[in-house]
């Protein structure tokens, strides 16, 4: 599938739903990650699949060097997540192992409601 699909059309309502009260819908999954451009300071939200691991939450970067977004991680950075319908402070960094990426998450704060 052409990623200008995701980006146009499946990107823009998961964000819608994620945000609603059907967030429960895609919640177990998906979350939404807000950070700060590197270049235009800009802030950013896109929707990412992620798992826990620990205290720790971790999204896998799928086609790594057909993205960019995960570039703005390198180094530990704020970030903003929409978790399971409460938005929540964090840190990220993007770790990258050979042709793989994974940006690990560590909440900075108990998840507070809309």
């Given at each position: 599938m052409m990623l200008w699909i995701y980006r146009?059309?499946?990107?823009?309502?998961?964000?819608?739903?994620?945000?609603?009260?059907l967030h429960w819908v895609a919640s177990g999954r998906h979350l939404?990650?807000?950070?700060t451009g590197r270049r235009t300071g800009r802030r950013i939200t896109i929707p990412v699949w992620y798992r826990t691991s620990g205290s720790e939450l971790s999204v896998t970067v799928g086609?790594?060097?057909?993205?960019?977004?995960w570039r703005n991680l390198m180094t530990e950075s704020?970030?903003?997540?929409?978790?399971?319908?409460?938005?929540?402070?964090?840190?990220?960094?993007?770790?990258?192992?050979?042709?793989?990426?994974?940006?690990?998450?560590?909440?900075?704060?108990?998840?507070?409601?809309d």
């Open positions: 146009w059309i499946f990107n823009p309502v998961l964000v819608w739903l994620l945000r609603s009260p939404l990650i807000t950070y086609q790594p060097s057909r993205k960019q977004w704020p970030v903003e997540l929409q978790l399971r319908g409460r938005r929540v402070r964090a840190m990220a960094r993007a770790v990258q192992e050979g042709d793989k990426v994974h940006v690990l998450v560590r909440l900075a704060e108990a998840p507070t409601p």
